[in-house]
């Protein structure tokens, strides 16, 4: 249940998901989780410390929640962010950044395809209206908690039924 997560932040609290293009390894998931430990009690903005945590969810998604009731983010801080996990990405040799694949739930496994990939697979009935789809884009933890997984009926994918 996802409404378990980030239950210390207001629904409006900002939000970034970045997804690796396969599932990390437990060493992985141990190397990304003391990197953002260290990270996250020296992230700022403007000098004020940002409330954050983050999660691994499904061994495939990054999820970063900051409170911004408390300090919002400013470009510097979205900068620094944004270091940090193309840092990641050049560690682990891993893509985290690639808003082009849609990552959906095959199996009890998440799976990837391109947008061009997904839409046939859609059409060739590969995947179901009921298959699970998950929107990387959800900017809030409101949407995320009621947007992020939805069978593809219901999603913003649902364009390619």
Request: aromatic share 14%.
């Amino acid at each position: 249940m996802i409404s378990e997560y980030f239950t210390t932040f207001p629904p409006k609290a900002r939000l970034w998901i970045f997804m690796g293009e396969r599932s990390f390894s437990p060493e992985e998931e141990k190397f990304i989780d003391e990197k953002l430990n260290n990270f996250l009690p020296e992230w700022n903005a403007h000098g004020k410390e940002m409330k954050a945590e983050f999660k691994i969810l499904y061994h495939q998604f990054i999820v970063l929640v900051a409170d911004e009731s408390f300090t919002v983010a400013s470009g510097c801080s979205i900068d620094s962010l944004t270091r940090v996990f193309k840092s990641l990405e050049q560690d682990l040799n891993l893509k985290l950044t690639n808003r082009m694949l849609i990552p959906f739930k095959a199996d009890d496994k998440i799976e990837t395809l391109t947008l061009k990939a997904f839409s046939q697979a859609v059409k060739n009935k590969e995947i179901s209206s009921e298959t699970i789809v998950f929107d990387n884009s959800v900017a809030n933890l409101q949407d995320f908690q009621q947007k992020w997984k939805l069978p593809l009926v219901q999603s913003w994918a649902k364009k390619f039924l």
